[in-house]
């Protein structure tokens, strides 16, 4: 027999890619989508899974919990993956309490529904490396210290070791992955990568002149979604609940980022200047292409995230295999393709 599983934000880009990949494992899959607002459906569409039969898409206020018990005795998963949050961590600064209530207080209430409803369902918490913030180590493993450095990530570790209580207080099968930057053309462009392949396109193709960013030289570990939603199911297939980290071990400053997205799109950069002085200018037409501007620093940056997913490669068989080169390729390509049609996502 098939199972049903529970996907909470199933409309962001991670919960789109886990979607297809649990439909095609056989699953019937059910997404919830905030309440308050209509939902952003085009990753459903894109993947060309809104209509499949055995996907059903739900709204529902994770922040209020009889809303959580109804809709876990309605579905009655046997999985639920909770990726649902309010995960822009720039606006969480402006946002403090409703990104707790979201991104923290929903997992508590989703964590009670099932202890109370149906204790043997297993339950994912996507957790995060913010976590670690200001870094004690590098690279960071499930061992190292946290160190939140911002609201959303202060109400992630609170979800986190929510999820850690349930298992370890009442016996759920509550396992955590602490995902490090995963990337993909179904980002949305407010974050930094989609928001630099995105306008690389648009420059390429002479909608736009100029890419402006904040801090140049902060560095992360960026891997490829679809293949992170693949350790999510490998998680939850485990023998016990445990936390895992999943990334790729390997580290790139914003710079290199924009730098393979521009050479994606065949153009060479020269960069002059450091801090808020740095520029990179067209090395074939000497035009300016990109500056930097404070208005999209952090109010406080964290440290170099790096993670090691040893223990998930020794444990479920993952790893990460999609080298940046091909992530930035891959990216710009679809973003030339949408921006020549005119498609506004």
Wanted: proline share 3%; glycine share 6%; charged share 20%.
């Amino acid at each position: 027999m098939m199972k049903t599983a529970l996907i909470t934000g199933v409309t962001g880009q991670d919960g789109a890619y886990l979607a297809e990949w649990l439909l095609n494992l056989g699953y019937t899959v059910y997404g919830t989508h905030r309440l308050t607002k209509t939902p952003d459906i085009w990753r459903l569409e894109y993947l060309d899974i809104l209509d499949h039969p055995q996907f059903h898409l739900h709204a529902c206020d994770l922040t209020d919990f009889n809303s959580c018990k109804t809709l876990i005795k309605q579905i009655s998963p046997d999985e639920v993956y909770n990726l649902a949050a309010q995960s822009f961590v720039g606006l969480s600064f402006k946002e403090p309490f409703m990104t707790a209530q979201i991104t923290g207080v929903a997992v508590l209430n989703l964590l009670e529904a099932i202890r109370i409803i149906k204790p043997s369902i297993r339950f994912y918490q996507a957790s995060s490396s913010e976590l670690f913030g200001q870094v004690e180590e590098i690279p960071q493993t499930e061992k190292t210290p946290f160190h939140p450095r911002s609201p959303y990530a202060v109400a992630k570790l609170f979800a986190h070791w929510s999820a850690i209580n349930y298992r370890e207080s009442y016996g759920l099968f509550a396992t955590c992955g602490i995902l490090y930057n995963h990337e993909s053309p179904l980002r949305s462009k407010e974050f930094v990568t989609r928001k630099i392949t995105h306008t690389v396109a648009r420059i390429a193709l002479g909608q736009q002149d100029l890419l402006v960013l904040g801090n140049l030289d902060v560095s992360r570990d960026w891997g490829y979604a679809k293949e992170y939603v693949v350790g999510m199911h490998r998680m939850m297939q485990h023998d016990v609940a445990d936390t895992f980290v999943l990334a790729t071990n390997r580290t790139a400053s914003v710079r290199e980022f924009t730098d393979l997205a521009f050479q994606a799109a065949g153009t060479d950069l020269i960069w002059e200047g450091t801090g808020l002085n740095a520029f990179a200018i067209e090395r074939k037409s000497g035009q300016l292409r990109v500056r930097v501007d404070q208005n999209f620093y952090r109010p406080c940056e964290v440290g170099t995230m790096q993670g090691d997913a040893s223990k998930a490669r020794d444990l479920l068989g993952w790893q990460a295999n999609t080298r940046l080169e091909q992530l930035c390729q891959l990216m710009v390509q679809e973003d030339l393709r949408r921006v020549e049609k005119g498609v506004p996502f």
